[in-house]
């Protein structure tokens, strides 16, 4: 949505700074021998106790309150009975209705002893997110992003997936523009002075090609098995620069 008047930029940066605290207690919470369901009951209940909805359960029919993609699981990874061990990488999506806006970000944290190549992999998706974010200013085009986006993952070495992109973000979870994390610069819509979107890049070791794993019918992996990663923040066009809307 483009956020016309200060109510409508105050309840979005509500909504999302809870999603944000949020997810810094979930990475207090994530350590080896938590499963991914302990993590989501927190989840449901602190976004009911504020008073808000889980969003992907009740808009999208997702079998969960937050995602919880673990290695190669990229997006959309079920909460359930694996437990995290020292070594995996955890991406957390975490999303919340609350006062009647969208709270929407995503983190992706290093559970116990990391292997370097899988911390530079984490550490190289959130550089290339803020890249996208630098590109979100009013005059740009949505192809600015995705192409700020994708030449700084593909220049290191990474893939980027193609199928799941950023949006826009308002009163409901998902709303124009679409916002792909590839793109070619000076294409797509204009990006408007107030324009609320989600930059969400997932970058990948090696093939950037997925499959819905036949098991929970919601899990999105890698079709090599590379391990991926992903970041998330909301932010709104302005001319002094993108602010992060989704920060504790």
């Not at 944000?20 to 207090?28: N, V």
């Not at 209940?45 to 969003?55: E, F, M």
């Not at 709270?103 to 890249?131: F, N, Q, Y």
């Amino acid at each position: 949505m483009v956020a016309r008047n200060e109510m409508s930029v105050q309840g979005l940066r509500k909504a999302n700074r809870a999603t944000a605290r949020l997810l810094r207690d979930l990475t207090r919470m994530a350590k080896p021998g938590v499963t991914t369901r302990q993590l989501d009951e927190y989840a449901y209940s602190y976004i009911t106790r504020l008073g808000g909805d889980p969003v992907f359960a009740s808009e999208e029919g997702f079998p969960g309150c937050i995602n919880t993609s673990v290695n190669d699981a990229v997006v959309h990874g079920v909460p359930g009975d694996y437990k995290l061990k020292s070594g995996d990488v955890l991406s957390i999506d975490a999303g919340m209705v609350l006062g009647g806006y969208c709270g929407d970000s995503t983190v992706t944290v290093a559970i116990g002893d990391v292997s370097p190549a899988h911390r530079k992999l984490i550490s190289v998706t959130r550089e290339a997110m803020l890249a996208g974010i630098r590109a979100a200013v009013p005059g740009n085009r949505v192809g600015d992003i995705g192409y700020a986006i994708q030449s700084y993952a593909e220049a290191r070495g990474y893939g980027v997936v193609r199928e799941f992109i950023g949006h826009g973000l308002g009163r409901k979870m998902h709303e124009d523009p679409e916002v792909p994390s590839v793109g070619r610069s000076g294409t797509g819509p204009v990006l408007q002075d107030g324009l609320v979107i989600t930059i969400e890049p997932i970058l990948v070791e090696r093939s950037p090609l997925v499959k819905v794993d036949p098991v929970d019918g919601w899990t999105v992996r890698t079709v090599d098995g590379g391990w991926g990663a992903q970041w998330e923040h909301t932010v709104i066009v302005s001319g002094r620069g993108a602010r992060v809307l989704s920060e504790p």
